[in-house]
Structures are given as structure tokens and as C-alpha cells.
């Protein structure tokens, strides 16, 4: 088959080419090295007889460095357009940029993550056939681009050289039913952006953006939270229902939302970017460690992020490493990295061996009357206790989330509410290093056994500003005994002077679903029961915080 465009081979328009200079001088990239015309809305068939758009980007070049494949659901112009099609042709790549099923003129309906196996697999036997194609491509993208990189690693195509994989995750068995509940902003504002990301009034796409963020806390503020968000969505995001009617991540629902086998059938060299304070944190970090284990070729760069802070903040260091990336796998130059790079939050940038990296251990115990200290208290030390109220939720405050309000957030008015527990230590003599997975270990019991807890770790500086660190959800919990909740892997510099701070709660509402605390169906459920929570802090047993913490950074030897 060859490829079939509707119209003539075009030069990138102004636009896109100021954009694409602009970009690369405000980056430091390397500079350009050829010019390209694009083919635009090339149709791409699937085995089911439905055909996918795709844009060619072509380098006007003899000796091109390379093919790169894209697959994305957010249309085929700016912004996506500059960072992964421009960027590359203009350095000799030919680059496919596709809009997958049921998007921007491709055919079929869009299923999140349905149909990414199959479709993935059938773009790259079309792209075998291409009298262009240079024999091996590469792919690249975030978020759900990197999803559908994983899906083509379930069965590796032999063509495939090299991966960028940049907050990509690998498995979205429910989103976030990992903690046992369901990330309830993330997922209803991200189907509600699609659902309508192809207004075609610009007016009213962008009245609609203007007051999104406001419909979103009113759908996710009601319940039952399966019609709130109906309401929201409209007739869009038919998937939301079937989502929220299948809990269980090993359901045969999640199937082809489940990739954890790619993990184990990879060979190619895969590059892994992420964040701190992206939702898909723990998913980078479990693919670097089973990519390690079996010995294949990954190196993972983690930077103070969130996840929309990727195509911001985060793009330089990301374009630069993207493209020394491909520039060693596909065009045989030297790259100069360790296999870990990480941004330390507050001093700067890590080079290590691997991760976790190795750290002393400091343990910290809550204490009567709100504070933090290194030694146990007393066996007599009474407990504490908080009730939750679903009816007035325990609010989100930062932390990983996709929307704007995530990441590093002054978090003092959680503090202040009843319904948290506050344990706040003395100040620190001399900066100390959290590098690692922190640990909660609770001895708690609540009257209700249908609960939740939520963990925070923060810091509180000089000045008395409170900031996030490290979070820990879980649903489901025991009525009574030792709850060992793994928080947030970080890695940050509390400063001498600063303290840190623990808090506790029985939620983090929107971020996840609130529990009614009646066990009915999180998504059908209008009733509510609070919950009152006991944490024991001496009599009854000990409470206490374990830091891979130390006074220096980890050894890079």
C-alpha cells in the first residue's frame, strides 16, 4: 500500500515555522538541518476496513536520519504539531503523526484505549510498505501518546529501534483503582476535555474552556456522582458509564487497557521522562524497574513536574533528551547519561546509578498534641481521633493531579480543618535529603469499615509556609490495626530551618471519589455515613513515619 493524501504536499505554513524556530531558540536545541514539506490527512487503513488520518511530515534530505511514529488523540496541529512532528523533520526524521480512532477525521469511535493494540500494529504494516520508509522508526509522545507505545510493544514490531515514552502509562485498569478508589477529577475532566475538544465554533470552544473548571467541581461536588457527570458530559464520553461499572482491575473489561505484559516482551532501548507531581508517577517508575531487571537498555529522567508541566517547564529538558534519545538509537551517536537522572526539589539535578538509590533511614513518631519527634512516646501516650464527613469532604489541595490546581501547593488551610490530624516536627538543624519512598505506619482503627485514608507529607518553612511533598491514598482498609501505606516516591531538600509535617485524613475529594461510608456503589450512592478514625499514638501501639532520608545526597559511586 502507499500512502493517499487529499491534498498536495505543502510547506509548513508561517505559523508553524515561526513556532517551530522560536521553539527550538528558546530550547537550545540543536539547530535544524534540513527543511520539510508535510502530506497532509494521509488515509491509513486498519484490518476492520477503517481508516485512520496521519500527516507526513517529510525531510527534504537525501539521507534522512530516521522515521518516527506518533500516535495521538488531540488533533495534528499546534501544539502537538511543533513538539513532535516539526522539531524532528526539520532534523531529518521522517515523522507519521496520526490521530488514532475517532478523532480529528480518523474514522471509527474513539474508545479510550480500546483499539490501540490492533491499530498501532496496522499502522506500522502500512508504514513497512512506504517507498520512503528508511526500514527501522522510533516513536515518541506523552501521556496518552505513551500509551499507545506500550500498546505497540505488546507485540514488538522488529522495525522498532527506540522509545520516548514521557509520562506514558502502561496499564489503566480503572484509573486509579490501584488505591482501591477512582480518581474522580482526573478522569471526568479529562473526558469532558475530550469529549468537546472538536467544537467547531472557536466561540464557544473557548467559552466552554473558560468555564470548565467551574462545571467540573459542580458535577464532582454532586451525587450520585454516575448522573453528575452524565450531566456534564452530555451526550460525549460514552465510555464514562462503562468505566465506572467495572471496579475490579483484573475485570476482562480492562484487557486491552492492561499492558503490563509489554513490560516483559521489550527489548528496545526505552527512554522514560516523568514528574514528581504526575498522576502516572508510580507507572514510569515500575516500568523503569522491570525494563532494568531484565537487563534492557532504559534510563528514566524525573524532574520537579506535573504532568501539564511536560509541554511547559518541563520542555526543554525533555526536547533535549528526546532528541540525543533517538540521535544514539537511530543515528548511532554517543549519548552521555546516567541511567537515572533526577530533579531534586530544591537543590537541583541528580545523576545515579539506579533508583531507588541507596539512603539512611530516618524514622519519625506522632506524637501527643500535634507534633512530629524521633523517639516513641510513652505507652500511656492517649490517641487521637478526626471524623470524616462525606457530606463535607476532606478537599484536594495540590499533589498529583493532571488538572492545573495539582503539584507543590501552600496546603496550610488543609491543616487548619477538623476533620485532619496535623503532627508537625522541630526545625531541622541542617538540610536533609528525602530520596525514595516514604512510609506511613499507622496503628488505627475507625467505627465505620467503610473508609479511606489519606496521608501527606509537607514541608513547613522558616517562614511557616506549608508545601506538599508526598501523598498516600488507600480504600478499603482494616477496621483495626497497623495500616503500612507506601507514599509518593520523591526526592527533595527540606532546608535547614524548615519542618516537616504529617497529616492525616479520611479523604482528598475531588482527587478521588469520596466514600459515602455506606458501601452502596461509589457511582450510584446518595447516602452518607461519617466515619470517625482513632490513631494511636502510644497506648494501644505507635504511629510512625520512616524517610530514606539522610544529611547529604545519595553516593553517585
Not at 531538600?493 to 459515602?516: C, K, W, Y
Not at 455506606?518 to 497506648?539: C, I, K, M, Q, Y
Request: hydrophobic content about 35%.
Amino acid at each position: 500500500m502507499t500512502a493517499v493524501a487529499s491534498t498536495r504536499p505543502s510547506t509548513p505554513s508561517r505559523v508553524l515555522r515561526f513556532a517551530g524556530n522560536a521553539l527550538s531558540r528558546v530550547l537550545r536545541l540543536p539547530s535544524h538541518s534540513c527543511d520539510y514539506v508535510v502530506h497532509r490527512r494521509v488515509r491509513i487503513p486498519m484490518r476492520d476496513g477503517v481508516e485512520l488520518l496521519a500527516d507526513h511530515y517529510e525531510p527534504t534530505t537525501s539521507d534522512p536520519a530516521g522515521t518516527l511514529l506518533v500516535r495521538c488523540p488531540y488533533g495534528r496541529r499546534f501544539p502537538f504539531a511543533v513538539l513532535y512532528a516539526g522539531v524532528y523533520a526539520s532534523r531529518g526524521y521522517h515523522v507519521v503523526f496520526q490521530s488514532v480512532r475517532g478523532t480529528f477525521g480518523s474514522g471509527g469511535d474513539f474508545d479510550p484505549m480500546e483499539y490501540e493494540i490492533a491499530d498501532g500494529a496496522d499502522t506500522v504494516a502500512w508504514l513497512r510498505e512506504q517507498r520512503w520508509f528508511t526500514g527501522s522508526f522510533a516513536t515518541i509522545g506523552l501521556s496518552y501518546l505513551g500509551f499507545t507505545q506500550w500498546a505497540l510493544l505488546m507485540d514488538p514490531p522488529p522495525e522498532m529501534a527506540a522509545a520516548v515514552i514521557t509520562v506514558g502509562p502502561h496499564d489503566v485498569s480503572g484509573p486509579r483503582w490501584g488505591t482501591g478508589t477512582f480518581g474522580l477529577n482526573d478522569f471526568l475532566g479529562w473526558s469532558d476535555l475530550v469529549a468537546h475538544q472538536e467544537e467547531p465554533s472557536k466561540l464557544r470552544a473557548l467559552v466552554r474552556q473558560v468555564r470548565a473548571r467551574r462545571a467540573l467541581t459542580r458535577a464532582t461536588s454532586a451525587l450520585p456522582i454516575g448522573d453528575a457527570g452524565r450531566e456534564l458530559l452530555g451526550g460525549g464520553a460514552l465510555w464514562w458509564e462503562s468505566w465506572m461499572e467495572h471496579p475490579e482491575p483484573d475485570d476482562p473489561f480492562w484487557s486491552n487497557r492492561n499492558l503490563r505484559e509489554a513490560l516483559d516482551r521489550t527489548e528496545i532501548p526505552v527512554l522514560l521522562i516523568g514528574g514528581w507531581q504526575d498522576l502516572f508517577l508510580e507507572q514510569t517508575l515500575t516500568q523503569y524497574d522491570a525494563l532494568r531487571r531484565r537487563g534492557v537498555e532504559v534510563a528514566v529522567t524525573i524532574g520537579s513536574w506535573t504532568h501539564t508541566h511536560i509541554m511547559t517547564k518541563g520542555s526543554p529538558t525533555v526536547m533535549r533528551e528526546s532528541l540525543d534519545w533517538l540521535g544514539a538509537h537511530m543515528g548511532g551517536r554517543q549519548i552521555n547519561r546516567s541511567p537515572v537522572r533526577i530533579e531534586v526539589n530544591g537543590h537541583g539535578w541528580l545523576e545515579l546509578d539506579q533508583w531507588p538509590p541507596a539512603m539512611p533511614e530516618r524514622v519519625l513518631y506522632l506524637q501527643p498534641t500535634g507534633r512530629l519527634g524521633d523517639t516513641a512516646p510513652p505507652d500511656t501516650a492517649p490517641a487521637t481521633r478526626f471524623t470524616y464527613n462525606p457530606a463535607d469532604p476532606t478537599p484536594t489541595i495540590g499533589g498529583r493531579l493532571l488538572s492545573p490546581e495539582g503539584g507543590y501547593r501552600k496546603d496550610a488551610k488543609l491543616a487548619e480543618r477538623s476533620d485532619v490530624l496535623c503532627f508537625t516536627g522541630d526545625r531541622l538543624p541542617t538540610d536533609l535529603y528525602v530520596v525514595g519512598t516514604p512510609v506511613m505506619e499507622l496503628t488505627h482503627s475507625c467505627d465505620n469499615p467503610h473508609h479511606d485514608l489519606f496521608v501527606r507529607v509537607s514541608e513547613v518553612d522558616a517562614k511557616g509556609v506549608s508545601r506538599n511533598v508526598s501523598d498516600g491514598y488507600r480504600r478499603g482498609t482494616t477496621v483495626s490495626g497497623t495500616v503500612r501505606l507506601e507514599l509518593d516516591p520523591t526526592a527533595h531538600r527540606f532546608r535547614a530551618g524548615s519542618r516537616i509535617r504529617v497529616m492525616i485524613a479520611g479523604g482528598s475529594h475531588p482527587r478521588f471519589a469520596r466514600n459515602l461510608g455506606t458501601g452502596e456503589p461509589w457511582a450510584s450512592g446518595r447516602r452518607v455515613v461519617a466515619a470517625t478514625h482513632t490513631v494511636h499514638l502510644g497506648e494501644g501501639g505507635v504511629s510512625r513515619l520512616v524517610l530514606p532520608a539522610g544529611p547529604a545526597l545519595p553516593s553517585t559511586d
